[in-house]
């Protein structure tokens, strides 16, 4: 089994700053890419950050320059560090990681139970 669990949501004012961590834990063998993706209500999810194992990052459009996604993998753990946060920013924030389990020949996608992040104006 795998788990991802994150934390570090909450509620914060506009021009603040959170840091969301995911722990990924279970009979992991590897981890592929890490990231961050987030639903606002009525809204499609979206991808906000990724990180591969190789430490290649993408980032939507909105958070370029205010988030940063990083990892460590001595710990199966991936962060996202959200600076300057707007309004648009509050959403569930979800992680996901692609990998692959001790036992099984192919890799996996799997998800976090989510996050709320509220930025007040």
């Known amino acids: 089994q795998v788990q991802l669990v994150e934390s570090g949501g909450g509620l914060v004012q506009a021009g603040g700053s959170l840091r969301l961590s995911c722990a990924a834990s279970?009979?992991?063998?590897?981890?592929?890419?890490m990231g961050w993706y987030r639903q606002a209500p009525g809204k499609q999810r979206e991808l906000v950050a990724r990180?591969?194992?190789?430490?290649?990052?993408n980032y939507a459009d909105s958070v370029k320059g205010r988030f940063t996604v990083s990892r460590d993998d001595a710990k199966n753990t991936v962060y996202l560090q959200m600076n300057s946060l707007r309004p648009e920013d509050t959403a569930v924030y979800y992680c996901?990681?692609?990998?692959?389990?001790?036992?099984?020949?192919?890799?996996?996608?799997?998800w976090g139970q989510g996050t709320q992040v509220t930025v007040s104006s």
């Open positions: 990180i591969t194992r190789g430490g290649s990052t």
């Open positions: 996901n990681a692609d990998l692959l389990r001790v036992g099984v020949m192919r890799s996996g996608n799997y």
């Open positions: 279970g009979s992991i063998f590897s981890i592929n890419a």
